[in-house]
């Protein structure tokens, strides 16, 4: 099958399992911005010049599938997913509080708010905060009308935005405290 399909030509998609909705259909909204945050973070994993920072943002990444797919169904339609699929769990929340927990062991966080930019890759990292920020806004929208199921999802995106920051901070953990200066609001 070819990239091109015409079916979303009239302003609908496909949701996973069935059924149609409007691209501005809040679900849409919600893992379209998840799939942003998925590129943005891919950025990020290109430009890092750290290890540490790369396998946990690729983590990121394949996690932020999963959150995405729960996003793109119907509520009434999980039976299915749950056949296919893992839901995003609270192990997988504790899974980003313990490598927040190792890397703030390891390097001196800001105390104050940061002007993003002391590098590209902290640059991209800081952005795709921005957008998981945003992701987690769509997702409580989602709650709020009854759209979502899973509160796990929200703490998820919650945590993620923290762990993104603190790669952020880490990826800078060898730059001149100068350029870093310069960076602090």
């Not at 990020?44 to 599938?65: D, H, N, T």
């Not at 796990?152 to 923290?162: F, H, P, V």
Request: proline fraction near 4%.
């Amino acid at each position: 099958m070819g990239i091109v399909t015409k079916t979303g030509d009239t302003g609908e998609t496909g949701l996973l399992y069935g059924g149609r909705v409007a691209k501005s259909d809040p679900r849409v909204e919600a893992y379209g911005t998840v799939d942003e945050a998925v590129a943005a973070l891919g950025l990020a994993r290109a430009l890092s010049s750290y290890p540490r920072v790369k396998e946990a943002v690729l983590e990121m990444q394949k996690q932020l599938f999963t959150v995405a797919a729960e996003l793109a169904i119907d509520v009434l339609e999980y039976d299915k997913f749950d056949r296919h699929f893992t839901r995003v769990s609270g192990e997988m929340v504790d899974g980003l509080e313990r490598t927040i927990d190792a890397i703030e062991a390891e390097i001196e966080m800001p105390p104050t708010f940061i002007v993003p930019g002391a590098s590209p890759a902290s640059g991209a990292l800081d952005m795709a905060r921005t957008i998981v920020r945003r992701a987690e806004r769509r997702a409580l929208s989602l709650k709020e009308q009854g759209l979502l199921e899973n509160p796990e999802i929200i703490r998820y995106l919650n945590r993620l935005s923290d762990l993104v920051y603190t790669l952020a901070r880490y990826e800078n953990k060898d730059a001149d405290p100068e350029v870093l200066a310069g960076n602090r609001a």
